[in-house]
Structure formats: structure tokens, C-alpha cells
């Protein structure tokens, strides 16, 4: 008797560990979250690298800049100095709780950012078949995400008007891709292969 009993729990152990290299939603959702986790919510760039920043230009590039940096002093991250026609712009005491810093050895083209929230994976869509590519076995995965316990300034019309892509990101449900490597571990997010 005890031996039948010994061999349902062991049957029962084995059908609930799931083999974490088989394509399937449950290993993608944790995959995907684990490398959503990795980011730091949803950020805007900061336009200049060095505060006191002086907006004094009026090619297009610095037009769309004046446009953030007044968003980004309304809300509070920045405050506006100087005069209308060169404002100068530092950094509020309120912009260290959300400002990421880029590193030095990050690629030329990156700049700080202000961050808040976190993703949140909602669903997978769907997921194509695995396929060796490139000497790896890949799957593409669709999935729907959105942003949790992010602070008011991000959702702000300002900031909405001068980040374009912004409402998108901000919406209540966010169409996101990805491609997933199989290792010896299981399934993980391209940009977390190393």
C-alpha cells in the first residue's frame, strides 16, 4: 500500500516540474518577465549630459529639446533658469528619485534618462515554433505588457506631448516582441545572452 502511495506523490512531483526547455507560455511569461525585471521601467531620454544645460540653439534638434525640457521642468524633474530666448536648465532635487545616468562605455548616442514603474507582463500572444538559427534553437514571441507603479509625471500632457512614442508606452496594454534563445537552462531574452 505504501509503496502505490510512494509512486502516486513521485508520479505527482514529476507532472508538476515542468521541463523549463520546452516551448510553451509558461516558461516564455518567465523568461520575459525575468528579463522585463531587468529594465528600469519606462524612461525618456534627457536631452544635454551636463546641468546647468543651456538650450540656446534653434536648429530642429534643439526645437524637440526645448519641448522635453520644458515638459520635464513642468512636472517637476528639471527647473528652467536663464532667459526665454537661451533657458538654461538644472536639475530639480525632485529628478535624483527617477534620473538613470548612462554609463561612459555605453554606445555613443545614449544619454541619461529619467525612469519610473516597472513592466508587467500581461499575456503571451503567441510564439513561433523553435528554429535553428545561427547555430541557435530561437522562437519569436509576441506578448502583451503594461506599466505598473509609475509616478504621475509620466502620464503628464506635457510630457505625452514631447516624448511621441510616450502614449503608446503608457497605454494599458503594450504589444512587445521578442526572440527567445534556448540554453542548457532554459529559455531567456536575446538581449540577456551573454
Known amino acids: 500500500m505504501w509503496k502505490t502511495a510512494l509512486v502516486v506523490v513521485v508520479a505527482g512531483l514529476l507532472a508538476g516540474c515542468q521541463d523549463s526547455k520546452q516551448a510553451n507560455e509558461d516558461n516564455f511569461k518567465s523568461a520575459i518577465q525575468g528579463y522585463l525585471d531587468t529594465r528600469d521601467g519606462l524612461c525618456v531620454g534627457v ?3 551636463v546641468y546647468p544645460y543651456q538650450a540656446e ?3 530642429p534638434l534643439m526645437v524637440q529639446d526645448r519641448a522635453r525640457l520644458a515638459a520635464l521642468a513642468k512636472v517637476g524633474l528639471l527647473r528652467q533658469a ?3 530666448n537661451a533657458p538654461r536648465y538644472e536639475l530639480d532635487a525632485n529628478a535624483d528619485t527617477y534620473l538613470r545616468r548612462s554609463d561612459s562605455g555605453q554606445a555613443q548616442g545614449e544619454h541619461d534618462a529619467f525612469c519610473t514603474g516597472r513592466l508587467v507582463l500581461d499575456r503571451i500572444s503567441y510564439f ?5 538559427g545561427g547555430g541557435f534553437t530561437l522562437s519569436q514571441v509576441s506578448y502583451i505588457y503594461h506599466l505598473a507603479d ?7 500632457t506635457a510630457v505625452l506631448d514631447a516624448y511621441e512614442d510616450l502614449p503608446a508606452l503608457t497605454a494599458q496594454e503594450v504589444q512587445g516582441q521578442a526572440r527567445m534563445i534556448l540554453t542548457s537552462k532554459g529559455w531567456i531574452h536575446q538581449n540577456l545572452y551573454r
Open 150 to 156: 509609475a509616478a504621475a509625471w509620466i502620464r503628464d
Open 82 to 84: 536663464g532667459t526665454e
Open 47 to 49: 536631452p544635454g549630459r
Open 128 to 132: 513561433t515554433e523553435p528554429a535553428s
Open 57 to 59: 540653439h534653434d536648429s
